[in-house]
């Protein structure tokens, strides 16, 4: 619940993976505020990177050892926010977000939910610094097939966590043969050949969701999900699915870039709306829809981008 007006009409997500982070920083960095501009070189020159949980969620790399994609620089992280609802909200009012911890990141829960707590505090909006966008953390649920704990009131966290796997959604998953309409509810970056685009094939959509889930399960998980081989066989099958309906909308947008000391960007144009896919959807490809909608499909996926809902 807000205590303050908060002003969200600019990418909520943004707003809310910045001003975490910042938080997180604080919270278990030992150089503290003095690194301040040096943050970057800060942490890769630090002795405990290795156990730093900022350095985790926000510097990832290849694990050591690694056997697949290990020349991957920029890894996805083990988290993701859904963002809250963009624009101005009064105090008193509420608003809710959620988020996805990936593999190891469970284990440091604690850490997430003290930072977004402290984030509150000391307000998320433009403006926060004259007191706007501060919030309370009434409660945090952890949601499970057909189960729902709480896991954080007021100052105090329960070890209550749901874990799910994609064997779990595997299992509960069955094929579909007809129409599918995805639903884009926040700006997706997806390439499909050597260009963006605002109406991906399915093919192009799996090869990317493909691709993160296979990443993450690789570094944070017990291993990638599919080979190879299982991989060109799932695309193979998504060629025969077609697009029935498009109706979505192109966005292009800017982002400041803090750590490379970069000015205001143009980002690669993203768009939002619903493609209908038409054809058959085996078990396997429901099953990766659904992880879909909690790991996000494109670039910046910890910023809330690139979420959906599937209708059959």
């Not at 949980?53 to 994609?69: A, H, Q, T």
């Not at 060629?239 to 498009?246: K, L």
């Amino acid at each position: 619940m807000f205590s303050s007006e908060a002003d969200l009409s600019r990418w909520s997500g943004n707003t809310l993976r910045s001003g975490f982070g910042a938080h997180l920083r604080s919270l278990v960095c030992i150089h503290g505020a003095e690194a301040g501009e040096r943050e970057a070189a800060a942490c890769e020159s630090c002795l405990l990177q290795r156990s730093c949980v900022y350095d985790f969620f926000y510097n990832s790399r290849p694990p050591e050892g690694v056997k697949v994609l290990r020349k991957q620089s920029d890894i996805p992280r083990p988290f993701v926010f859904d963002p809250p609802f963009s624009g101005r909200h009064s105090a008193g009012s509420t608003n809710d977000f959620r988020f996805t911890l990936i593999g190891r990141g469970m284990e440091y829960l604690p850490y997430f939910l003290l930072a977004l707590r402290n984030l509150g505090e000391s307000g998320m909006s433009r403006g926060y610094r004259l007191g706007y966008g501060k919030f309370c953390i009434e409660a945090v649920d952890c949601i499970g097939y057909g189960a729902r704990n709480e896991i954080f009131s007021g100052d105090t966290v329960y070890n209550r966590a749901i874990p799910m796997s994609y064997q779990e959604m595997l299992k509960a998953s069955a094929e579909h043969r007809g129409d599918l309409t995805v639903r884009f509810t926040t700006p997706a970056q997806i390439k499909e050949g050597d260009r963006y685009t605002a109406a991906p094939s399915f093919r192009g959509l799996i090869s990317r969701l493909l691709f993160r889930a296979n990443a993450l399960a690789e570094f944070y998980g017990s291993g990638m999900l599919y080979d190879n081989e299982q991989v060109l066989s799932i695309l193979g099958h998504c060629r025969q699915v077609s697009i029935a309906r498009a109706n979505t909308e192109e966005i292009r947008t800017k982002r400041y870039f803090h750590k490379q000391k970069m000015k205001k960007q143009n980002l690669p144009p993203s768009f939002v709306g619903e493609l209908t896919y038409r054809g058959e959807f085996p078990r396997e490809v429901m099953a990766l829809l659904e992880l879909g909608r909690l790991i996000h499909v494109g670039k910046m996926a910890t910023f809330g981008n690139g979420m959906y809902e599937v209708e059959v």
